[in-house]
T-cell receptor, first 109, second 113 residues
Framework: GQNIDQPTEMTATEGAIVQINCTYQ??????LFWYQQHAGEAPTFLSY????GLEEKGRFSSFLSRSKGYSYLLLKELQMKDSASYLC??????????FGTGTLLAVQP | EAGVTQFPSHSVIEKGQTVTLRCDPI?????LYWYRRVMGKEIKFLLH????????ESGMPNNRFLAERTGGTYSTLKVQPAELEDSGVYFC???????????FGQGTRLTVV
């Protein structure tokens, strides 16, 4: 079967660093995506990993280990506006995305 | 540049009625996807168009759902007749051919009562 697991909720403090983990088991793999979604808005693309290693983009970084079926999203210098749902998704054989249930991140002052 | 737009943003219909959702992808995007999120669950794939052709419709729940993309531009998703379990948020996404990044619309929240 196909399964993507990520924590349901996380809380962090403004200015801190938070790591959101994602593990996956899928029948095909064409890359792993992280999306950010604020309530009532469209999911917004954050990052894409297809090879092992770390991809850095400003305050956000994403890591992938294909052998372990594992990824994480790292958010640095947290801001209040980072409070949102973070969706881990794997692109399968036909490029359709398989999503996890999302991690709701609450950033507190 | 306009993003992916979906219409309507909300729809409340009675069980047994018909509803048509529309998605306008980003201009030039050959790939168009429909996804659905039922309350409390993850976003799930429904189908994928490449231009006007259905590439993968393995996620369509049943034959009450019909998707079209005439001319390879905008797409419609019709639910007929709607059932209570069809309630959820329907997302559309589009991307360039060969580019992995998909852009999502804000979704249509469908409530069947």
């Amino acid at each position: 079967g196909q399964n993507i697991d990520q924590p349901t909720e996380m809380t962090a403090t403004e200015g801190a660093i938070v790591q959101i983990n994602c593990t996956y088991q899928t029948s095909g793999f064409n890359g792993l995506f992280w999306y950010q979604q604020h309530a009532g808005e469209a999911p917004t693309f954050l990052s894409y990993n297809v090879l092992d290693g770390l991809e850095e983009k400003g305050r956000f970084s994403s890591f992938l280990s294909r052998s372990k079926g594992y990824s994480y999203l790292l958010l640095k210098e947290l801001q209040m506006k980072d409070s949102a749902s973070y969706l881990c998704a794997v692109s399968g054989a036909t490029n359709k995305l398989i999503f996890g249930t999302g991690t709701l991140l609450a950033v507190q002052p | 540049e306009a993003g992916v737009t979906q219409f309507p943003s909300h729809s409340v219909i009675e069980k047994g009625q018909t509803v048509t959702l529309r998605c306008d992808p980003i201009s030039g995007h050959d790939n168009l996807y429909w996804y659905r999120r039922v309350m409390g669950k993850e976003i799930k794939f429904l189908l994928h168009f490449v231009k006007e052709s259905k590439q993968d419709e393995s996620g369509m729940p049943n034959n009450r759902f019909l998707a079209e993309r005439t001319g390879g531009t905008y797409s419609t998703l019709k639910v007929q007749p709607a059932e209570l379990e069809d309630s959820g948020v329907y997302f559309c996404a589009s991307s360039f051919q060969g580019i992995p990044e998909a852009f999502f619309g804000q979704g249509t929240r469908l409530t069947v009562v």
